[in-house]
């Protein structure tokens, strides 16, 4: 069963459109994450929501924006895509009510920008 | 943060053990050492993780070391659906993952 769904698995926006992905997540978990991921290197943490606080990375660029309405579900928006922003999207989730959970990843989205 | 050293990557036979080095000289009395693997295409996938005694799942053992300065990830009986990038990190409670570079693993069959 699915527990982090990500939303389409394939996204293509064009240079300077933005484009907007989603994360949806069936474990009621109150923490939720994005990461992005180029070729060949290791996930990046943009920034994440403890419940609504919203926590950005330093060298999260202003590009990036989220938005979490609800447990449930969570957005990345990309303002105004560049070719270097082409990447794969992970969504994690994780809960504080037990010390030392593990992160529950989904499959991410990979985008690409023309 | 607490920085952890994996070799670039490693190569075994299919139905062999596995063992998958992990130097965390610099870590805390408070630093959990967790295993995360990321297979082709997929998400990262959360393996097992330790604070100071040997743990035991079903997917893997973790054997750290008495000063806790490395840690060993010990896949029992490699099969080709274990080939994957392999992470060490070192967390504090739920705090955030932050990835290093990790060993990629290939399997022979």
């Known amino acids: 069963d699915a527990m982090v769904i990500q939303n389409p698995r394939y996204q293509v926006t064009q240079f300077g459109k933005p484009v907007t992905l989603s994360c949806s997540q069936t474990?009621?978990?109150?923490?939720m994450y994005w990461y992005q991921q180029k070729s060949s290197q290791a996930p990046k943490l943009l920034f994440h929501y403890y419940d609504k606080d919203f926590n950005n990375e330093a060298d999260t660029p202003d590009n990036f924006q989220s938005r979490r309405p609800n447990t449930s579900f969570c957005f990345l928006d990309i303002r105004s895509p560049g070719l270097g922003d082409a990447a794969m999207y992970l969504c994690?989730?994780?809960?504080?009510?037990?010390?030392?959970?593990?992160?529950?990843f989904g499959d991410g989205t990979r985008l690409s920008i023309l | 943060d607490a920085k952890t050293t994996q070799p670039n990557s490693m190569e075994s036979n299919e139905e062999e053990p596995v063992h998958l080095p992990c130097n965390h000289s610099t870590i805390s009395g408070t630093d959990y050492i967790h295993w995360y693997r990321q297979l082709p295409s997929q998400g990262p996938e959360y393996v097992i993780h330790g604070l100071t005694s040997n743990v035991n799942n079903r997917m893997a053992s973790l054997a750290i070391a008495e000063d806790r300065k490395s840690s060993t990830l010990i896949l029992h009986r490699a099969t080709l659906r274990d080939a994957a990038v392999y992470y060490c990190i070192l967390r504090i409670g739920n705090d955030k993952i932050i990835f290093g570079k990790g060993t990629r693993l290939h399997i022979l069959p």
């Open positions: 994690a989730t994780t809960t504080t009510g037990v010390s030392n959970q593990p992160q529950h």
């Open positions: 474990l009621n978990h109150n923490v």
